[in-house]
């Protein structure tokens, strides 16, 4: 089986194109550039505000260079950014791969006309949550800051046009260990997956993984508006990033995810 994997440039992207490489599938990379890792503070935030924005993603850099080493694997690749993602060239080079299954993590939605001319019959896409409960963008943080961390993980779905929609093929959770911040609980809901990702990949290509399941509700979607540097103040001043562990002391409501699995 061929698999062509669409991604971004980020640490955790290159964890998970390693682990799709150990499967033994992976025929190619479509590499879109992505944002700036550590961005750089909005403008007129508090000053208060300000420090928690660069704290924060200083600390989400330090975990994925902490949790994730990997490099990207030396296979065929095409480089695109937000703009050329969706030009003819990008599904050209897909299908100079014969995929048998095109799986996206981390890139910007394609076009129907994308999908439609990539000759491949399965679409995966892989969702850093859990849905249907935690649909769309920041997904690693909004369960800890509704105080549900064990609703961290991911989700990998059929690729439709809705959001994180799709019927879910298979589920991974993070696991919560003492003494994580949020950004250490995300990358152990990424790594969850790359565990997985192998022998998920394997059942595919022996044509021996059960249907998906149809998501059950819609849930909720969040929007890359309804995230504000001010909900920081949430996470860091009022439980000092232990929120993992306030919860494994019992101090939140217990919400246990079922979650769909191929094994």
């Known amino acids: 089986m061929n698999v062509v994997f669409l991604t971004g440039d980020h640490p955790r992207h ?3 194109a390693q682990s799709v490489a150990a499967s033994g599938h ?16 909005p403008e007129r935030l508090a000053p208060e505000t300000r420090a928690l924005f660069d704290l924060h993603f200083a600390r989400r850099h330090a975990s994925e260079s902490r949790h994730f080493g990997a490099s990207l694997p030396d296979v065929p690749r095409l480089d695109v950014s937000i703009d050329t993602l969706n030009a003819p060239a990008t599904a050209d080079f897909i299908n100079s791969l014969r ?4 799986l996206s993590y981390g890139v910007h939605k394609l076009t129907p006309e994308t999908l439609g001319r990539i000759a491949c019959a399965r679409k995966w896409n ?9 649909r769309g963008v920041t997904t690693h943080f909004w369960p800890s800051y509704m105080l549900e961390p064990q609703m961290t993980g991911m ?3 059929q690729l439709t046009q809705d959001i994180d929609g799709g019927d879910v093929i298979h589920q991974t959770q993070a696991t919560l260990v003492r003494g994580d ?3 250490d609980l995300a990358c152990r809901a990424v790594q969850s997956l790359c565990d997985d990702l192998p022998e998920l990949l394997d059942l595919a290509g022996r044509g021996a993984d059960s249907p998906a399941r149809r998501q059950g509700t819609t849930g909720r979607i969040w929007r890359s508006v309804d995230w504000q540097p ?3 103040h949430l996470i860091y001043e009022t439980h000092g990033d232990r929120i993992v562990d306030a919860y494994l002391d019992g101090r939140f409501a217990v919400r246990d995810p079922v979650l769909v699995r191929q094994f």
């Open 181 to 183: 911040g949020l950004h």
């Open 14 to 16: 290159a964890q998970l």
């Open 230 to 232: 001010a909900h920081l």
């Open 99 to 102: 995929p048998d299954l095109i």
């Open 126 to 134: 892989i969702h850093g949550g859990l849905s249907p409960w935690y």
């Open 26 to 41: 992976l025929a190619g990379l479509v590499i879109e550039t992505r944002e700036a890792f550590v961005p750089s503070a």
């Open 155 to 157: 989700t990998v779905h």
